[in-house]
């Protein structure tokens, strides 16, 4: 994990930053979104045969965390225009109006 302040608007970093924050708090539009997410991969019958496939639990629950990191990325996309971060916080930006999306302790 290398979290560094910075400003960025394109997917592939966003996923990146989902990666290392979901070891910390998600804000409240998060969780909604993740909550969404899961119920959408529930009723997915494509996902839910291919991860009954797999033999190995950690192996379904990396399966899990790509397909929530990607879904809720391509989701934050549709809503921000960039994404910050800073000190230990990634906000969603749009116009002159900054979002708390997740919040990391790293002590």
Known sequence: ??????KFNDEAT?????????LGDPAP???ELISGIDKELEANTEYIQY????QDQDDKDELYAEERDIRLSE??????ESFLVNDRKL????????????????V
């Open 14 to 22: 966003l996923q990146e930053m989902l990666f290392d924050f979901a």
């Open 91 to 106: 906000y969603g930006v749009k116009g002159n109006k900054q979002d708390l999306l997740y919040e990391i302790d790293l």
């Open 1 to 6: 994990m290398f979290i560094k302040n910075q």
């Open 75 to 80: 989701e934050l996309m549709g809503l921000y």
């Open 29 to 31: 539009i998060v969780q």
């Open 51 to 54: 991860r009954d496939s797999l």
